[in-house]
Structures are given as C-alpha cells and as structure tokens.
C-alpha cells in the first residue's frame, strides 16, 4: 500500500543529543514536509522540499536541519540548539503545488528527558 | 498577510447533534486552494475535501458538508448526526496558488459524547 512512514513513533533521548526521525513515502511525490506539533496548537512548519536535493526553511527550522539525497526519503535531525525539542513531529508529501492535498505519516513524538 | 482561523477552539457535543466547525482565511491571492484535514487521537491527518478559489459549489459527502464563501472568505465544516468516531481535532488549511506552503489553522477539538 502507498503511504508514509515515520519511524519511531515513540522517540526518547537525553538533553543535548542530536536525534534524527525517518521519514519514507512510496507515493511518488515530489514535494515533502516536516511540521511540528506541540499540545492544543496547530503545525508549524520546519522544513519543506519541492525536489531532491533542494529544501526551503519553514516558520520554524532553528536548531533542526534535513536532507533531501532521494525522492522518498526526507530525514529531519533534531539537533541540540533547539531549545525545547519536546513535540510530536509529523511527516507529509504531496504531488506538487496547487489543488494537491497532503498526505501525511503516523507521526513520531519525541521526549527529551 | 496570510492566515487561517479557527476560532472555536473546543466543541462538545452530544450524539446525533449536527455541528458547524468554522474556518475563515485571509489571502489576497485570487487563486488559492483550501483544504480541511481530520487529526484523530491516533495522530495521523486525514484528508477530507479541498476546494479551489473558483469553486463556489457546497458539497456533501455523507454526513459531511461544506460551505464556501467568499464574499465571508469562509470554509465552514458541518457533520449531520454527529457520532463518536467523529471526535477528532479538525483542521482548515489554506494554499496560495503556485506555493509549497499551506497555512493551517491552530485546530478545533470536537468531542461527541455519548
């Protein structure tokens, strides 16, 4: 079946280490998306990327950072310098812009301890 | 500037009662594309409907409608007969025409009781 994976979805680390959550699609899409969820608020945007090889920053990508090497697969590290790492971190792609939904990942929710 | 609001930030209903999430959006872009996504307690987004700026036309799926306005620039959401399955976080999004960034609204939790 064609979807999103995000693994694990359960993520525990200790201050000061950098964590890395996967994120694989096998839809075929071009564009994908990391956002941040945090209790009672909507998502906020970390980082996007329209095509391998390129990503944009989003509303809030100080202290993460991603890659894009290929089409299914869009990493996001959560590195150190981010203050407060503590939220559920949801994963989506869609085919493109305009009139294209997202589709989107089960989610990881990271605790940092 | 571009937003989406939901302004309602809870709702609590009970069984079988009809109930109208509101979304209202500010772009100023002629072409643009909404969507409205379903967050269930398991975590996951679903997608329930989108509409792009020249499509007026209200449309009902099941239980489900949604009316389009925009001379209100609103997206509003209404479940018939409300039931249990359908408490969830509900969430409007906007995508301005030619962009990779939707905008979403902060939400509104239903609760449908028993």
């Known amino acids: 079946d064609g979807g999103i994976t995000q693994s694990p979805k359960y993520l525990f680390r200790k201050e000061g280490q950098n964590v890395t959550l996967s994120c694989e699609q096998n839809l075929n899409h071009d564009a994908m998306y990391w956002y941040r969820q945090d209790p009672g608020q909507g998502l906020r945007l970390i980082y996007y990327s329209q095509i391998v090889n390129d990503f944009q920053k989003g509303d809030i990508a100080e202290g993460y950072s991603v890659s894009r090497e290929k089409k299914e697969s869009f990493p996001l590290t959560v590195t150190s310098a981010q203050k407060n790492p503590t939220a559920f971190y949801l994963c989506a792609s869609s085919q493109g812009a305009n009139f294209n939904e997202q589709f989107f990942g089960p989610g990881t929710r990271l605790t940092v301890l | 500037a571009q937003k989406v609001t939901q302004a309602q930030t809870e709702i609590s209903v009970v069984e079988k009662e009809d109930v109208t999430l509101d979304c209202v959006y500010e772009?100023?872009?002629?072409?643009?594309?909404l969507f409205w996504y379903k967050q269930p307690p398991s975590g996951e987004l679903v997608f329930l409907i989108r509409?792009?700026?020249?499509?007026?036309q209200n449309e009902i799926s099941g239980r489900y409608s949604w009316n389009f306005q925009k001379s209100t620039s609103s997206f509003n959401f209404t479940i018939t007969a409300s039931q249990v399955v359908d408490s969830a976080v509900y969430f409007c999004a906007l995508l301005p025409s030619g962009t990779y960034k939707y905008i979403f609204g902060t939400g509104t939790r239903l609760k449908v009781l028993a």
């Open positions: 509409r792009n700026s020249f499509d007026e």
């Open positions: 772009t100023r872009d002629t072409t643009y594309y």
